[in-house]
């Protein structure tokens, strides 16, 4: 097969999750006709019908408070939220009803409820199109939240998302959406690396990088460079940022002994922090360097001609690779 | 028939009234009732019943048993007269207040005080009952009870839902977006809006500059505003607007139009910012007082029903007590069950972790059993 983007790898995906069980629904603004505004949705409403991809009025919280209804009644909804910045509306919803819901009632209710979000910057757009609240789902007792970074990863993890019993928020990389590569569409779902494992992506020896969604390319990038000055750096695509796969991310750090770790979103308080802290905890002994940590600054995100600054490219990353090396 | 005059207390020409504070049964053109005596004597007792189990919860809150309890006193009426509108496969989405309702769906008293005493969140099983866990954040479960009507109209069911809020949430956002779900989708849902006057402190004059009710008609579908202290009224608007949403003509507002008795939870200290006469006021309008009246005036019921109820709701009170009292304190690693369906590798973790560390303090522990 061709190689294919990001976005057409998870239509691929939500059309067999919608041909895979009947009770599969989407929902949410513009992803009918026109397929949503990155297409990922493009001519699955003229397959499957407006009750199964439905087209909803433009309330955030409406979409996922009624999702929450119909997954009450038995069905899974895949909501999708346009952007990241349009999803706080809906926020109570995702942290108060159903993030609790299956602790709340002791199992009896379960919420197999997917929430796409296209996050990160990049793409030159307008305030609110750019942000990357992940850390703020994963702080949430009861989502599960990952995140893709490439095509093939696209079309199975959406898939596996959807056949969770639990809630899971669904990061796409909105800058990588178009870039393409080979998927597989043979494997079954069953034999396929789990959801919520993280993989290495590029091996070394020299140092780790973690990283996901759209920072796995820019990492990738950095280890090709580094590789020349003859630092080989291993990349470990996170994926799963809830919960996190720490035998993959410990195993490798032990044998680098260094890392540093790389988001788009604020340092502070980001996903980063978490990694750093439980790396530094259980591989202690064997770091040679403290974890470090290049993500955006401890401000809004920026109007888009300031955003190459803001976002981690990969002189930053390099420049903490030596850092690293340095100690 | 009744006339037309303006509501003593609403100031509305429009509220449906079946049955006056005096007990006198009055005919609406559009909500026809027929009712037999046996079915008004166990209105009686539903609304008898209720209220002495509220009453005893709010006792057992003041007496250091519950953390803290949602009195319906007031809205018996409301909650019983629509709670007997609904067909076992209908659904209901109530607020933290609806115990009535709760009682109709035949949930057991003793479950709904576990939320209330922090044993967990809700001791019922939604589906048995076809009644959801309270929700605490206001207005939330509207858009949970439209999108369950939603799934409703795809299976093909020929059943509704109903929605309990009140007046203070009708301002939320939440509610807003149900109707607006819930009329685009033509959903079959009934939104029962018990406006009891008070958010809390605040008076519904706050919340909204025209009669509740009339806010469904700019939604695009039907609103009606009615006695919420006259159960006949409750059971006859609910029962049509349930049959008007199963019969696939899109969602319904009810306003009940009636009032919080008491403090908002045992919490509250409503002399703060209401006066005492407004309260002696709605008492002459006491939701049962009036079911009384008229089947006394009628010869339906006689000393005999009276304390043979009085002895049920006392029984009853006294089960719900020793429930309460010989409730099961849950264990502390009940904390990590069912965060996930899934389970998580983080919560075993730490679940693990922390068992581990209450090991180390068991003799401890089981000094203190000793004692």
New interface residues.
């Given amino acids: 097969m061709a190689p294919i983007a990001i976005s057409r790898a998870l239509n691929m995906g939500l059309r067999k999750a919608l041909e895979s069980d009947p009770k599969v629904i989407i929902m949410g603004e513009d992803v009918g006709k026109l397929g949503g505004v990155f297409r990922v949705t493009d001519g699955l409403q003229k397959d499957f019908g407006e009750d199964r991809v439905m087209d909803t009025p433009l309330a955030e919280s409406g979409i996922i408070g009624t999702a929450i209804g119909l997954a009450m009644r038995g069905y899974r909804p895949i909501c999708e939220i346009q952007f990241d910045g349009f999803v706080f509306p809906a926020y109570d919803q995702i942290v108060s009803q159903l993030a609790k819901l299956h602790y709340r009632s002791q199992g009896r209710v379960p919420m197999p409820v997917v929430i796409r979000i296209p996050f990160g910057g990049g793409i030159g757009a307008v305030e609110h199109h750019s942000e990357s609240p992940e850390a703020l789902f994963a702080h949430v007792a009861g989502l599960k939240v990952v995140a893709c970074s490439n095509a093939a990863d696209a079309y199975t993890m959406i898939q596996q998302a959807v056949a969770s019993a639990d809630p899971v928020i669904f990061f796409e990389p909105k800058r990588r959406y178009w870039e393409k590569a080979e998927i597989d569409t043979d494997t079954p779902l069953s034999a396929a690396i789990p959801l919520h494992a993280a993989r290495v992506v590029r091996p070394g020896r020299h140092l780790t990088l973690l990283a996901y969604g759209p920072m796995v390319k820019t990492c990738l990038d950095a280890a090709k460079v580094a590789a020349d000055e003859g630092h080989e750096v291993e990349v470990v695509d996170v994926r799963s940022l809830s919960p996190i796969d720490w035998p993959t991310i410990t195993e490798s750090v032990r044998h680098t002994g260094r890392c540093v770790i790389v988001h788009e979103a604020q340092t502070f308080l980001g996903m980063g922090a978490e990694l750093a802290a439980r790396i530094t905890e259980r591989c202690f002994y064997d770091l040679q360097a403290p974890v470090l940590r290049v993500g955006g600054f401890a401000t809004p995100y920026p109007p888009s001609r300031l955003e190459e600054y803001f976002l981690p490219d990969l002189d930053r990353v390099l420049d903490a690779v030596d850092r690293s090396l340095g100690y | 028939m009744r006339a037309a005059e303006p509501h003593a207390t609403t100031g509305e020409r429009d509220l449906v009234q079946l049955l006056t504070p005096e007990g006198l049964r009055l005919e609406h053109p559009d909500y026809p009732l027929e009712i037999t005596d046996d079915e008004f004597r166990s209105l009686y007792r539903d609304l008898a019943l209720v209220r002495r189990f509220d009453t005893e919860a709010t006792a057992l809150q003041r007496q250091g048993e519950l953390g803290i309890w949602a009195s319906l006193l007031g809205q018996e009426a409301a909650q019983i007269g629509s709670g007997r509108a609904l067909l076992a496969d209908d659904m209901a989405f109530p607020t933290y207040r609806e115990h009535g309702v709760a009682w109709c769906r035949g949930v057991e008293p003793e479950s709904l005080l576990e939320l209330f005493r922090g044993v ?3 001791g019922w ?3 048995e009952h076809n009644f ?2 309270y ?1 605490i ?1 206001i207005g ?1 479960q ?11 109209q ?2 093909g069911s020929e059943n509704a839902v109903i929605a309990y809020f009140g007046d203070g949430a009708s301002s939320e ?2 509610v807003n ?2 109707f ?2 819930a009329a ?1 989708y033509n959903a079959p849902i009934v939104f029962f809006l018990q406006n009891n006057q008070w958010a809390i402190s605040v008076p519904e004059e706050r919340q909204s500059r025209i009669p509740l009710y009339r806010r469904a008609h700019g939604f695009g579908f039907p609103g009606v505003r009615i006695d919420g202290n006259d159960v006949l009224a409750c059971l006859a608007v609910t029962r049509k607007a349930m049959q008007y949403a199963r019969d696939g003509q899109g969602p319904f507002l009810i306003e009940a139009f009636t009032y919080r008795m008491g403090a908002h939870t045992t919490s509250d200290d409503p002399t703060r910012y209401r006066l005492a006469s407004e309260l002696e006021n709605w008492k002459l309008r006491d939701p049962i007082e009036r079911v009384k009246a008229y089947l006394s005036r009628n010869g339906l019921a006689d000393a005999a029903f009276y304390d043979a109820i009085e002895n049920e709701a006392g029984e009853l009170a006294a089960r719900v007590r020793a429930a309460c009292l010989s409730m099961p304190e849950p264990k502390p690693l009940d904390i990590f ?6 389970g ?4 075993d973790e730490e679940r693990a972790a922390f068992d581990h560390y209450l090991a180390g303090y068991e003799p401890a522990a089981t000094r203190e059993g000793g004692h």
Avoid: Q
């Fill in positions: 967990n969140f809700g099983d939604p589906k959801a866990l929700t954040v939330a509207t858009l949970h009870a439209t999108g369950y009507a939603m799934g409703m795809r299976d956002g939440d977006e149900a607006i779900f685009s069950t069912n965060v996930y369906a899934g998580s590798p983080l919560v």
